[in-house]
């Protein structure tokens, strides 16, 4: 067992894992996190994507121990006192999911890509999302949506750069 | 999936993760990024007895401008060297080659070190480091040695770092001023390149004066393409230089046959990409 500190959604843990525990299951098993969800277990589909120290990763392919000392932000941080996440308000708004389960995933990955481009294309939008996969291949609202939060937070907030709602 | 159990260390310097590879632990891999090993040790290909994990050691990050060289710590991912001026000015097909690699979220983890290291012949980043003829140093229990990326890569996921050695920096001769371009070539978005080609040129008073050429996935290593090199320095800019050079892509080459594609569905390719990517790295 090796003792790990990481500060998650805001809230400090100190947890003993053993070394090979992935980072999604650390989230989802030990924390009780189960927003963040395992989706093929291969590193393809993204649907486990959380924030480690505000930038994107697959959940499924950091070990917990990598983790410690970091601040990582899952689906779960995102909503403060019950008040969705801009990028929440936007996938509920443009309906971006058919069955939900790449949607933690999206929303994150989502987060993500404004942050590095506040103001991206469409086209620009389909490839920061290339590491997600959508099975009920809903993307074309996933799309709008997050076109739809990068204009509204262009409209609310120039110049700003939206992040996790925890950080 | 969940991997096989192992130790775990993380040591905080070079010297001590060398130590650390010279225990008695039965099988040790060393983990950098961890985008590679964590889903080999998910599927249970490998099941090493301790990981020496040196994401905690500083001295392997940075990007450092010594000059003529630019300096690229093992450890640095493949989204700082995406985001990085020194290397989009002086190593740009560097910098196009990793913005190819996977996706956003496994940009943000791999690094350079490991890629080169783990030495898969699909992976992205050896033919560009092979093509700016960059020196590879490598550090062990009786120092450092530099290792020219030629003598590198010794066969399929082989290298010439030894079980009680890393990678510790690489160090890329200046490109500043050069073209270049990397053409990858793939049925879906987010897929290993069935082959890709990656070419750095410069042209001087309206002649390309120099040329380097990385093959992808066209042999168990990355190769350069010598022939299209050599049929390209001394003739104009030109789509016929372009096309003439493209026609000799193949020489030399021992591509692999897989359910991507066969070895003559590959040669092919890489006429048809060379073309592409001369014209390319012509104009930027």
Known sequence: MTRIKILVDGVDYSDDVEPRTLL???????LGKTGT???CDTSNCGACTVLLDNSSVKSCTVLAVQANGH????????????ELHPMQQAFHENHALQCGFCTPGMVMQS???????????????????EGNLCRCTGYQNIVKAVLAAAAAHRESAPGAVPSGGST | MIPAAFDYTAPESVADAITALGSDSEEIKVLAGGQSLIPVLRLRLAAPTL??????????????????????????????????????????LLAKAVE???????????TLGGALVHADPA????????????????????????????????????????????LTRIRIPKHTGWGSHYEKFTRVAQQWSIIAVGVTLKVDGGVISQAKVGLTNMSSTPIRASAVEQALVGQAPTADTASRAAAVAAEGTNPPTDT????????????????RAVQAAVSG
């Not at chain 2, 490598?138 to 009680?164: I, L, S």
């Not at chain 2, 070895?263 to 006429?271: D, P, T, V």
């Open chain 2, 123 to 166: 992976g992205d980043l050896l033919a560009p480091i092979l093509a700016l003829d960059a020196e590879l140093v490598v550090a062990g229990a009786d120092g450092e040695r530099t290792v020219a990326a030629a003598d590198f890569f010794e066969d399929m996921f082989t290298t010439t770092v030894g079980e009680n050695e890393i």
């Open chain 1, 71 to 82: 601040e990582v932000t899952t689906i779960e941080g995102l909503a403060i006192d019950g």
């Open chain 1, 24 to 30: 999604v299951h650390y989230l989802r098993e030990q």
């Open chain 2, 51 to 92: 990981l020496v994990d040196i994401g905690r050691i500083r001295e392997l990050g940075g990007i450092t401008d010594e000059g003529n060289t630019l300096v690229i710590g093992a450890m640095t991912t493949h989204a700082e060297m995406a985001d990085s001026e020194l290397v989009k000015e002086h190593a740009s």
């Open chain 2, 100 to 110: 190819t690699v996977a996706d956003p979220q496994v940009r943000h983890r791999g």
């Open chain 1, 111 to 129: 987060i993500d890509l404004l942050h590095d481009n506040p103001s991206p294309t469409e086209q620009e939008v389909r490839e920061g999302l």
């Open chain 1, 37 to 39: 969800v395992v989706g």
């Open chain 2, 260 to 275: 991507n594609g066969d070895a003559n569905y590959r040669r092919h390719l890489a006429k048809v990409l060379t073309g």
